[in-house]
């Protein structure tokens, strides 16, 4: 082998080994940091050693782990390490100065005789054999780790002695002769490096030695010589020492190199590596250490600057540490590599497990839709049934509703006042209420067992209601106003149970305490704005109370009003024009009116009620709606009575003019109650005119007028009989039957023959012709149509009768007769001297529409006791004359008819019921007789002919 090929081997040899055996011992320590430590283990093993030798460490007490400069400082005087060496060689040094101790001057003396000192330390050391350092090495900045490695080697010795001084003694361990006193970079034992290097450092010396043997005829001096680098000088011969220093400096250059070289192509390697794993890795990996080249080219700079020196170890350990780093790195990436294969056979693993488990959710996905989708279709057959159901349920509230308005039932609304004074735990008549139907508890009876009756009705209210909810279900009827009905809502009730209360509300009237009145009129505006693109109306009110059997209009300020003059003036400043019929624009308006009118009504205070009203009291609500695209009109009116309350005069214990309004206000109840016990009973007569209030009520009791009573209970134990009976009554109202409300609408052709009729009938009476007796024959409803009932009435009337007059005359007699033939009717003592009704509670009111009307209900004609004079025939609701609208029956002369073919249809005549027809001026008929009080001579009953016949003298 060529020599220097050995060589090279040799370094390699070296680097394979440190790789080899220590490449795992330093894993994870950073360098510096091992470094550092073990420089301080060697140091406080020194200063251990130290302090137990000589007794102290330094020249001045230092601590048990000194620093490397304290420890080197220390130890500046020699003095310590002079008797250390004395203690291991006694006499070694036979001069020692001693170290004077802080106090003294650190003076150029002193500083020779340190000197002194380390230098004969120096001196016996290397006789010794033990590592030197340099005098310099003890002062500031100097190498601490070399004056610690004579310490140690000094150590080494004395241990060396200790045990019996058996063989040679070298620092190191080896056993070679310590007579030399070359550099060693021999470390301790235990440095790894230390041992890979004295194994080859054995082989090149024993490669020495067998060179000293046969130094000119071996290959390995060549190889020597090569590594020196002196072949020129090969033949010299070298001293043994000198030649193996400058052969371990070669070596260490060439191990240095190959190191340099491994590690550069590791690094490269590794770059490799990183980047391919780098693509691997599923997440961003740490990045790459930086290349060593440059710390190991520093490295081997510094090899080479040390080398040589006994203290290079350093720089040794720094190299085998960084081999062991880069190893780690290696290492480390392979592990990577290996987590890296792990997690890839995991991802495949879980992306299996994925796919098998998004198999089994898309088989159950179809199994539930398909499950859904029959649950679908059973729900969609449910909720076919259910909505079938509803509709069912819908149809048959819808068919009853139907049902009850073709009836045309009074409905009936039940409501119980709270109790007033507040005492502990009242006890209430009322054992149970529900939306409709109430419960009364009544005195026990004679077996002391509490008897209980229970009432149906079509909403009850308990005390708890608010005005708010009494009028949401009151509401619907109202508007029906706008559409063209008649409605009719009256509160009824015993005296102090709450009638005024519902209708107008308490004393004090706030937003929130209004009653149905104020509630009914704004609802009408603001419906009325609501419709305002297709519809113009014109709303007027009126205001009358019937006090004492006498009609008054609480809005007036004139003819009989006049104590309501004196009560308020107010209504003075109303500047209305026409007090009866007040054109109102704005709830404003009629909150206005409303409350003159409250305050204008009578009241007075009782036992029972401190604000009793002494009076029925009338708002009427005229309304006339235009359709704006055809002209239509429609006709509608509303009554909101609030009656006075029946009440026992021992009871409530009133006298003088309380005692007579309350006969009265009883008297007229009692005549709304035989009314309506003929109307439920079905009674062909039913007697309306024997009160004023039942006359008031006619139109909304018998006529085609949608009607609601309010029944009113007070819930005192004390109460309880009237409240009974008030119920009993109540439910009688609830059977009244009136047939289907009518609609009150008509067409623009249809007005404008009312026009035209009034123009003719305007001519005609210009003329003053003479009218001649017609009978007309209506061969079909639409014969009537334009006819003005004035004018059919008029044709009926016998040949040079003075039509205004023939008309009261009659009216009067046919009244009179009945009056007299009639025994059942009541009629009230005073009733032709007293005034009557206002003729705008008529139809056909002359200051709202145009065109005098002539017409009655069906209902009126069918159960009045005019019925059985006279034909009735029914019109057609678009022939009809009259404002009540519908069918309107007219009468017919029996005798002037005989001339006329019969037709097959029922036959409609000219001319109204007494009781409602008006004349020429408009004003009622009722008012013009009974307000003469003349009887007319030439109408007379007659029952030839074996009709129902109204025959003339
Ligand atoms: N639902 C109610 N909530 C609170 N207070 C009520 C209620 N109903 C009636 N009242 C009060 O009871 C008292 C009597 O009521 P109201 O004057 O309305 O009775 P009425 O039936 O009109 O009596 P009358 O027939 O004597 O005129 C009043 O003080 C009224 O405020």
Not at 576 to 599: E, F, R
Not at 662 to 689: C, E, M, T, W
């Amino acid at each position: 082998m060529a020599p220097e090929n050995l060589i090279s081997m040799l370094a390699a040899s070296m680097v394979d080994d440190a790789f080899h055996q220590h490449g795992a011992r330093f894993k994870d320590i950073d360098m510096a940091e091992r470094k550092a430590e073990e420089a301080a283990s060697r140091r406080n093993e020194a200063a251990s050693w130290l302090r137990k030798t000589v007794g102290v460490v330094a020249d001045k007490e230092l601590p048990e782990q000194p620093s490397g400069e304290d420890f080197r400082l220390g130890l500046r005087s020699g003095y310590i390490l002079c008797t250390a060496i004395n203690r291991v060689q006694p006499g070694a040094i036979p001069k020692v100065v001693a170290c004077p101790g802080d106090s003294v001057d650190d003076s150029v003396l002193l500083a020779y005789q340190y000197f002194e000192n380390v230098r004969n330390f120096l001196v016996v050391a290397r006789e010794i054999g033990v590592p030197v350092f340099e005098a310099c090495d003890l002062e500031k900045g100097g190498n601490g780790a070399r004056v610690v490695n004579s310490v140690l080697g000094l150590k080494s010795y004395s241990e060396w002695r200790q045990s019996g001084g058996n063989g040679i003694w070298r620092y190191g361990g080896n056993t070679k002769p310590t007579t030399n006193t070359g550099n060693f970079f021999i470390r301790k034992n235990s440095d790894p490096f230390q041992n890979s290097l004295s194994r080859n450092l054995s082989v090149a010396d024993k490669f020495l030695d067998d060179h000293n043997q046969n130094i000119n005829s071996s290959s390995l001096n060549a190889a020597l010589l090569h590594a020196i680098g002196s072949e020129k000088n090969s033949n010299e011969a070298l001293p043994k020492m000198d030649m193996a220093e400058s052969v371990l400096e070669k070596l260490m250059d060439l191990v240095m190199q190959e190191f340099d070289r491994r590690v550069l192509n590791q690094a490269d390697k590794d770059k490799v590596n990183y980047k391919i794993i780098a693509e691997q890795s599923p997440c961003p990996l740490p990045p790459p250490p930086p290349p060593k080249r440059k710390v190991l080219a520093e490295m081997v700079g510094r090899k080479k600057v040390e080398v040589g020196d006994e203290n290079n170890e350093g720089v040794q350990k720094e190299l085998v540490c960084r081999l062991t780093s880069e190893n780690d790195f290696k290492k480390k990436l392979e592990k990577q590599s290996a987590i890296l294969q792990l997690q890839e056979n995991n991802i495949k693993e879980l992306k299996c497990d994925l796919h098998s488990a998004k198999a089994s959710i898309y088989s159950m996905q179809n199994n539930y839709s398909e499950e859904l989708c029959k649950l679908g279709k059973h729900l969609d057959s449910v909720t076919r049934a259910a909505s079938g159901y509803h509709k069912v349920l819908e149809d048959n509230r819808r068919l009853y509703n139907e049902i009850q308005e073709l009836k045309g039932s009074i409905r009936v609304y039940c409501r119980v006042r709270p109790f007033l004074h507040e005492k502990p735990n009242p006890i209430s008549t009322v054992c149970h209420l529900d939306d409709g139907s109430i419960s009364i508890s009544t005195i026990p009876s004679k077996n002391g067992k509490e008897v209980r009756k229970s009432f149906s009705f079509n909403k009850v209210f308990g005390s708890l209601a608010t005005q708010d909810e009494v009028f949401s279900d009151t509401q619907p009827l109202v508007r029906s106003v706008l559409d063209g009905y008649n409605v009719c809502i009256f509160a009824y009730g015993q005296t102090g149970s709450g009638k005024t209360f519902t209708m107008s509300g308490p004393k004090e009237i706030t937003e929130e305490s209004q009653g149905v009145n104020y509630r009914a009129l704004g609802d009408l505006f603001s419906y009325t704005q609501q419709r305002r693109e297709a519809f113009h109306y014109d709303i007027s009110v009126q205001m009358i109370e019937i006090y004492n059997e006498q009609v008054r209009d609480l809005l007036s300020t004139d003819g009989n009003t006049k104590k309501l003059e004196i009560r308020n003036n107010s209504q003075m400043d109303l500047n209305v024009p026409d007090a009866n019929v007040v054109p109102v624009s704005c709830s404003y308006d009629v909150i206005q009116l409303m409350n003159i009118g409250q305050k204008n009504r009578a009241v007075s205070s009782t036992s029972m009620n401190d604000r009793s009203s002494r009076s029925h009291s009338c708002l009427t609500v005229h309304v006339q709606g235009k359709e704006l695209a055809s002209g239509t009109l429609l006709r509608g009116r509303m009554h909101l009575v609030d009656l006075a309350g029946s009440e026992r005069v021992n009871k409530s214990e009133v006298t003088g003019d309380r005692l007579k309004e309350a006969q009265h206000i009883n008297k007229s109840l009692s005549a709304l109650g035989d009314v309506i016990f003929a109307l439920a009973q079905k009674n062909p007569h039913v007697p309306y005119r024997n009160s004023k209030l039942t006359q008031l009520l006619q139109d909304s009791l018998g006529g085609h007028a949608k009607t609601l009573m309010f029944v009113h209970i007070s819930p005192e134990t004390d109460a309880v009989g009237e409240t009974i009976s008030t119920l009993k009554f109540a439910e009688r109202v609830s059977t009244v039957e009136l047939g289907a409300a009518r609609l009150n609408k008509d067409s623009s052709e249809v007005k404008e023959l009312k026009d035209q009729i009034a123009s003719l009938e305007d001519a005609l009476a210009n003329k003053n012709t003479p009218m001649k007796q017609k009978t007309r024959i209506a061969k079909s409803p639409n014969k009537n149509l334009g006819k003005k009932p004035n004018q059919d009435f008029q044709e009926l009337l016998p040949n040079g009768i003075d039509s205004a007059q023939s008309y009261e005359d009659w009216v009067d007699k046919v009244m009179v007769n009945k009056l007299e033939s009639n025994s059942f009717d009541r009629q009230p003592e005073d009733s032709m001297n007293q005034t009557h009704l206002p003729d705008f509670f008529y139809p056909g009111h002359r200051k709202l529409y145009s065109g005098n009307v002539i017409s009655r209900t069906r209902s009126e004609s069918a159960t009045t006791d005019d019925s059985d004079e006279f034909d009735i025939a029914t019109i057609d609701s678009s022939s009809d004359n009259g404002y009540v609208g519908g069918n309107v029956d007219v009468l017919m002369i029996k005798k002037a008819q005989s001339r006329i073919p019969q037709s097959p249809i029922k036959h409609s005549v000219a001319g109204p019921s007494p009781s409602k027809r008006v004349g020429n001026n408009g004003s009622s008929l009722l008012q013009t007789p009974t307000m003469t009080g003349r009887r007319p001579p030439e109408y007379k009953r007659s029952t030839s002919g074996g009709g129902k016949t109204v025959s003339r003298k």
